[in-house]
């Protein structure tokens, strides 16, 4: 099943439930969802990737907001914010930990034969394609930064 039919039978869900954070949630994530789909240039559907980053771009979204929220003692939109990123998150493949984030990119700057922060680009580059769902490119970026210091 694709990640729209799994929102639309979702949106169903919620609606019997009267569930109205997860319903605002679903409809977003289902509205981004319909607006790639019908983009200049697409073709009307999207592959399994494409949904993905879709996802993730929402969830960012709302993390970003988060972090304003909270920088200007807005508890109550903060709060909104965080349910939203609950809901939206069950969408998104499981996270790398930490642990496995830094295994996976030794590896990966082993192959790349990075040796100095100077060669951050081309890491970066394979990381992003290879770690693509997985893990938060902030969290990457942060981490391939520290291994190549050191």
């Known amino acids: 099943m ?3 039919q799994t929102i639309n039978a979702d949106i169903k869900t ?3 439930a009267k569930d109205a954070n997860a319903l605002t949630s679903l409809r977003a994530v289902k509205a981004a969802i319909l607006l790639a789909k019908t983009a200049e240039g697409a073709k009307g559907e999207l592959s399994t990737d494409d949904e993905t980053k879709i996802v993730q771009k929402l969830v960012k979204q709302r993390k970003d907001s988060l972090e304003i929220f909270e920088q200007q003692n807005r508890a ?5 914010e965080r349910q939203e990123i609950a809901v939206i998150e069950k969408y998104l493949p499981a996270q790398l930990s930490p642990e496995e984030l830094k295994a996976a990119l030794q590896q990966i700057i082993a192959e790349t034969g990075a040796s100095s922060p100077a060669d951050m680009g081309k890491v970066m580059g394979a990381a992003s394609k290879a770690l693509s769902g997985k893990a938060e490119g902030k969290a990457i970026s942060s ?3 520290e291994l190549l210091a050191s």
């Open 14 to 16: 919620a609606m019997l």
């Open 2 to 4: 694709s990640l729209e």
């Open 76 to 80: 109550d939109l903060a709060e909104k």
């Open 143 to 145: 981490m391939v930064k």
